[in-house]
């Protein structure tokens, strides 16, 4: 059963060497030719608006030479691109993209579809809902309640979490004061489940309501007077509505000396990200909080208490609190589970509640693992079975099934979705909220059967406007080629985590000419770090210059032969690697703290992404073998030749 | 030689009966084969991964079984997408892509490469800065000194003008502090030309300082200390650095009782995702000031005036100021030239200054048909010759060249460039304003050689992160085969517009079963607007109902027989319309304004956008007679058999 998905493996891609290039290929003109013919077929009976005796005029010719020239000018510029498909590529979150994936694309491209709304693509908005629910699905969401929809990629997945986290925590802040100049009474669940009248609540207890709290009190505002009065109401005393000057000063003046600004929590390994989305959303970088991690790059859920209860100690309000699932650097998986415990007794003992997100931009694919083919739950050791291994263990996947314990998740369909580019996906638990951002067009007229406020109209709850339907089909077609579970991209996914651990191994045990490499734990997913320590290298500098140079001979130069493999590196700095540093350190030997967190300092390492399925085993040709030894004749090289200037 | 465009627009497209299915198949084929050889020429000595024996394996069966059927199925589901490539598709802005665009995005998107940064993209990062320079040199700003990139889409643009545009008001105030903290003395200058002690300056003077003027503050403070000194001082003393509660805590401490909190003008007929954009960047939806139109749809630079004396007379700020060049609705294009006249009255007579943006997604590449071939302006004689009609008056070149004046231009290739989603683009003319708004992952590590700062690292002004290579591809052949002149986008782009005034000829003139087609203004480009009257609608609610029952058999209805052709509508309303309404009323005869401006009120309009190329002349079938002809049978089929429940 097992060499099943083995087998159906070979037919999910092109391939390394194109293996598959007559099935692509068959597929392709496949498609352009249905849709050619679907032109064709479009009232058959006009005549058409080329002739062919205009295909053989000068002007044609000229256009039809200058785009068969231009385009072979272009694949030849193409050709400096990075072979993101061989083995040999072991740098960024990038591999092949599924075959499915690639022939959806193209096959949709060929309608444009804009999935802004089901008027301009009535096939793709559906197909875009039905990727969603498969997501939604797999992360323990409920699909009748939960909602999601495709942005161009994570960040804007994950700024629009934020936007939403942001109105919500100052929902009831604005339903109070709507209720009061409404003269409407209405009563708030406080955290600890009892219920009081709204008006009795001060500010800080207004800022903790929980999320579903606060749409609740919302829904009963709508149940009490009339919409149009309620969503007017609303908006005069909301951020979004009135600014953030005029709120501010509103603020202080219903009730006196206002709290701290509300601070957002994310974990240390969070990616850069977060703060371009608070800064724009104009929370302010300054509010945002690392949460530490601990020595396996995960958020430390004792550091996290510590942190809610310093906050609290501060009376400072916590808007949202971000968890990781795959950091960008070492894919590890926050123990979310623990994360949600926290947050449970947080709002228990200490009166705070916040929006849970889970950024899963890489790992959150990795979640199909967890699924068994018949749709139940596989335990850690049903999995540990298939992979042959000691991934994972229990404690990741309850870090997986407390995907559902979120808010939202945003999820990347284009690093471990194996789609190309342009794919994020936004997932809510409570699908009111998006509400809370959703804007209709003035001028769109309802129409007699076509909701304005339908399912079907995306735009109405995104920060973009139009948007391509094919990345919706492109997903689509690839999660039924390759499912959700453990046949599809659970298998793929557990390759890939094989892969690493077999690199893993090899560099720790490789004799570097002399030096080792120093290992960062075991990744959770399938990200390898790693720092060179060349024999001889006296301080901390020269380790870094070491593994510069290293990097820099593995990686793509403009004007420079391509090297033999492609790694990518990182640096681990303080404050943010502070939890995670200390083993690392003392492995290198001879290097201090003080001198890692000097300014100038931090620790670079080597970092490389196995995405590719294949590196699971010894082929034909085994690229972590013959990385492993590249990777030894370079540190040779360097220490024979020291570095040139380059 | 007009005959030669005219036989090299043969060329651009697939056709509407897919004439150059064989040219665009070929091309394809070309592309794929080209990457799969490319991939087998890549380290030819290994093994491959994918041995032919595993091609006959039951698991590859199977999958490659799952792939071609649901290939089909998802191949059948787009037949319920819309026919954009046919003459009898004339709703939404949507048509053909180029067949070049088509071609460049399939190609790219084999190899995937990620325009985030140079080093996931060597190819077309590059690519993408040569499209930003073609659209830069377009509207006339210096392509060495202006910057731009490609976002997902129009809405994302605008979304980084008026974060810039916020970053860029609230600057000087943030120069002051930090060169008060820092003990720096720096100077300023004013918009009457005069240079003073920055410190000398009240809140409302710092509000008014141009954008180059703040710009040229933050320079002279880098040069004054270190950079890392400025930048934190700056970040201390920023909305996007402390966040909007306590910087507006800041402003009162530091001037006393503040200003009005700043506005943004957009013209009436503005996009709605302006209001959007305000709420989200918490600039406040409230803070939207509507500048009113003219009857033709456009900005009334006389209203502009007015607008800017209130706000001076309220002493409120106006931080931006969005003109539009092609309304989405009406395609209207505003008198640029006048706006930037009022703009530097203002800065003279009321010393009011503000970021000036023009959202041209949908009418920028109209800038085409200003263009010589060798490079000069054409002049509205010149262009009035080659389109034989009246089209364009003197006015029309002057405001498309005024673009030339503004601080920032926003642009939709995926719309008149006619390239498929996602394709925005996002022009600053001074580009010291995009690091306002950059921000460096915190490991980066600085690569001898490649500078973090560097032109390559498109990510670090952006708010996307990751985004397809293959946009910018497609935009670039596009360029490429169709050029931005009168040979390419200029000479398509009139035909569009001859196209569009010989449907306004055709339905003003029409006989519609009694009635008549009461017409808006013959359009800036290419967008007819018209509201069917019958002759016995009693009032304006009759008038509405018929228009939306005729637009209801003109649009596809989910389960229903899809329609002869396909248009779509708008709602006129109040405040927004009332520049424009009065002649329609007058027209349409019966009709109060008091009628058209009460709750549930407002003009349904019927729209069509004419973005095909051969509707410009009659053809063997001549789809604006059709369409004309169409329209008077239903018109009069609804008026014998009264309006069914739907």
Request: hydrophobic share 35%; glycine share 8%; proline share 12%.
């Given at each position: 059963m097992t060499e099943h998905r083995h087998e159906a493996q070979h037919a999910w891609f092109l391939g390394p060497r194109a293996e598959n290039a007559d099935l692509m290929e068959r597929l392709v003109v496949e498609a352009l030719r249905d849709h050619a013919f679907w032109r064709r077929g479009f009232h058959p009976e006009e005549g058409g608006f080329i002739p062919e005796r205009a295909r053989r005029s000068e002007g044609y010719l000229d256009a039809t030479e200058r785009l068969t020239q231009e385009l072979s000018l272009l694949l030849a510029r193409l050709k400096a691109d990075l072979p993101f498909f061989s083995g040999r590529y072991l740098g960024h979150m990038v591999n092949e993209q599924?075959?499915?994936?690639?022939?959806?694309?193209?096959?949709?491209?060929?309608?444009?579809?804009?999935n802004v709304a089901a008027e301009s693509s009535p096939a793709t908005t559906l197909l875009e809902l039905e990727v969603a629910a498969d997501l939604a699905r797999m992360v323990g969401y409920d699909p009748r309640t939960a909602w999601g929809h495709l942005p161009s990629g994570g960040t804007l997945a994950n700024f629009e979490a934020l936007w939403i986290a942001r109105s919500t925590h100052d929902l009831p802040l604005s339903v109070a004061s709507a209720a009061k100049e409404l003269g409407v009474r209405l009563e708030a669940s406080l955290p600890e489940g009892e219920h009081v009248p709204l008006d009795k609540l001060g500010l800080w207890e207004l800022l903790n309501l929980s999320p579903s709290a606060a749409l609740d009190l919302r829904d009963a505002l709508f149940r009490s007077v009339d919409p149009v009065d309620a969503r007017r109401a609303l908006d005069a005393h909301s951020l979004s509505g009135v600014g953030y000057q005029d709120y501010t000063q509103q603020l202080a003046r219903t009730y006196g000396d206002p709290l701290p600004a509300a601070t957002v929590l994310v974990a240390a390994?969070?990616?850069y990200s977060w703060e371009k989305i608070v800064r724009a959303l104009g929370i302010g970088a300054g509010r945002l909080v690392n949460v530490p991690i601990d020595s396996r790059c995960r958020m430390d859920p004792d550091a996290l208490w510590a942190t809610l209860r310093a906050q609290q100690a501060k009376r400072t309000p916590v808007l949202a609190l971000v968890s990781v699932c795959g950091t960008t650097e070492e894919s590890a998986v926050d123990r979310l589970d623990k994360?949600?415990?926290v947050r449970e007794r947080a709002a228990r003992e200490l009166g705070i509640t916040f929006h849970l997100h889970s950024d899963a931009c890489y790992g959150g694919y990795a979640a199909a693992v967890t699924w068994g083919k018949e749709g139940r739950r596989r335990t850690a050791e049903e999995i540990r079975q298939s992979t042959g291994s000691a991934w994972p263990e229990a404690g990741w996947v309850e870090a997986m099934t407390a995907l559902s314990e979120t808010d939202s998740v945003s999820i990347d369909p284009h690093k471990l979705g194996y789609?190309?580019?342009p794919a994020g996906v936004f997932l809510l638990k409570d699908r009111r909220a998006r509400e809370l951002v959703a804007l209709d067009p003035p001028y769109l007229v309802?129409?007699?059967?076509?909701s304005a406020t339908e399912e079907r109209f995306l735009g109405r709850y995104s920060i973009e406007g139009s948007r391509p339907g094919a990345s919706a089909s492109a997903v689509w077609l690839s999660h039924k080629v390759v499912p959700l579970h453990e046949e599809g991209y659970g298998h793929l996914i557990e390759r890939t985590v094989v892969g690493a651990r077999r690199l893993h191994a090899a560099l720790a045990a490789a004799d570097l000419a002399g030096g080792r490499a120093v290992m960062l734990p075991r990744p959770d997913i399938n990200i390898v770090n790693y720092i060179v320590r060349p024999p001889d290298a006296p301080d901390l500098a020269a380790i870094n210059t070491f593994n510069e140079a290293l990097y820099a001979r593995l990686s793509q130069r403009p004007g420079a032969r391509p090297p033999e493999y492609y790694v990518?590196?990182?640096?681990?700095?303080?404050?943010?690697?502070d939890g995670a540093i200390g083993p690392l350190l003392q492995e290198l030997g001879g290097v201090t703290r003080e001198e890692w967190a000097a300014p100038g300092g931090g620790l670079v390492v080597l970092r490389m992404t196995v995405m590719d399925p294949w590196l699971a085993e010894a082929h034909t040709t085994d690229h972590v073998a013959g990385f492993v030894r590249h990777l030894a004749e370079l540190c040779a090289e360097l220490r024979s030749a020291p570095e040139r200037r380059r």
């Open positions: 599924t075959l499915a994936a690639q022939v959806g694309y193209f096959a949709t491209m060929l309608y444009n579809p804009n390994s969070g990616h994360i949600a415990e789609v190309p580019y309802p129409t007699p059967g076509i990518t590196r990182t640096r681990l700095i303080t404050p943010t690697y």
